[in-house]
């Protein structure tokens, strides 16, 4: 049904930049509360951003100030730019949508992309 896809990932120095993107299918995108995830090996998955229908966003606090949530409701797309990558950084990074219909919550994920940040 609604199916989300994630590009953009790949491998990049630390200091640097990489933008990734989530499109998603369907007719509701609008509606949808987009969030990025991240999960590296042996560690537990990580909420790092968050974006509202609305818009509004926030940050896990491993990410704030260099990471920054958008969305294009024209192009049924949510972008996560990120700044000033460091090792850390390194993970599969995962889309989420989440919405509330007829007092039943449903999520959809993505199928993730790597991240690696190395020298």
């Known amino acids: 049904q609604v199916q989300l896809v994630e590009s953009g990932g790949g491998l990049v120095q630390p200091g640097g930049s990489l933008t990734l993107s989530c499109a998603v299918s369907?007719?509701?995108?609008?509606?949808?509360?987009m969030a990025w995830y991240r999960q590296a090996p042996g560690k537990q998955r990580e909420k790092v951003a968050a974006?509202?229908?609305?818009?509004?966003?926030n940050y896990g606090d491993s990410v704030k100030g260099r990471f920054t949530a958008s969305r294009d409701n024209a192009k049924n797309t949510v972008y996560l730019q990120m700044n000033r990558l460091i090792p850390e950084d390194t993970a599969v990074y995962y889309c989420?949508?989440?919405?509330?219909?007829?007092?039943?919550?449903?999520?959809?994920w993505g199928q993730g992309t790597q991240v690696t940040v190395s020298s």
């Open positions: 369907g007719h509701r995108f609008s509606f949808y509360a």
């Open positions: 989420n949508a989440g919405e509330t219909r007829f007092g039943i919550t449903h999520n959809y």
């Open positions: 974006i509202s229908s609305g818009g509004n966003t």
